[in-house]
């Protein structure tokens, strides 16, 4: 990425947490069959050979902002590139109310001390790669997923590298329309 392409979006990643700050953040919501997101944003990255592992007879569904959604997932794969070798699986799981979205990539990991120190903005952690990029993505995505009543956590995936997990309200079964 060229000093500038990193300046810019530095820049878009500050002006979309400044409108989340100031409460002016529009969410465009409609229902989203979560695993059609997820492939639309491994075809965007190149990373369409990533497997995805959607929970048997399951159309995980949200309520929700699409770009917004789709960035937090985007950055979560870019993520894995630049500190894990690349994402190795995604998950997707409807548990009780909630949906469940893992990321797993066979990077270092990221150490138990970091695991909620990496979410704040302009935090970096120590691991490989930590230099690069602005510490403003997984603040930004934390924010994304603030404004759709969801969450996200890191934890040790099955090979010793990251998980990320992202957690959001299902859609009530009503709501989902296909």
Do not use: M, W, Y
């Amino acid at each position: 990425e060229s000093r500038g392409e990193a300046f810019k979006d530095l820049v878009l990643d500050l002006l979309e947490i400044s409108r989340i700050d100031a409460g002016v953040a529009d969410l465009v919501e409609e229902s989203i069959v979560v695993e059609e997101l997820v492939r639309a944003i491994l075809l965007a990255t190149g990373d369409e050979g990533v497997p995805v592992h959607a929970s048997a007879g399951s159309l995980a569904t949200v309520i929700g902002d699409k770009r917004r959604l789709g960035q937090v997932l985007q950055n979560l794969i870019e993520n894995a590139h630049r500190h894990g070798g690349g994402p190795t699986s995604i998950g997707i799981e409807r548990i009780g109310g909630s949906v469940v979205i893992t990321v797993d990539d066979d990077g270092p990991g990221v150490p138990e001390h970091e695991r909620t120190h990496i979410f704040h903005r302009f935090a970096r952690g120590s691991g490989v790669g930590s230099t690069e990029g602005s510490g403003l993505g997984l603040a930004l995505v934390c924010e994304h997923l603030r404004l759709h009543r969801g969450s996200i956590s890191v934890e040790a995936s099955g090979s010793g590298g990251s998980r990320f997990r992202v957690v959001l309200p299902a859609a009530p079964s009503d709501e989902v329309r296909r």
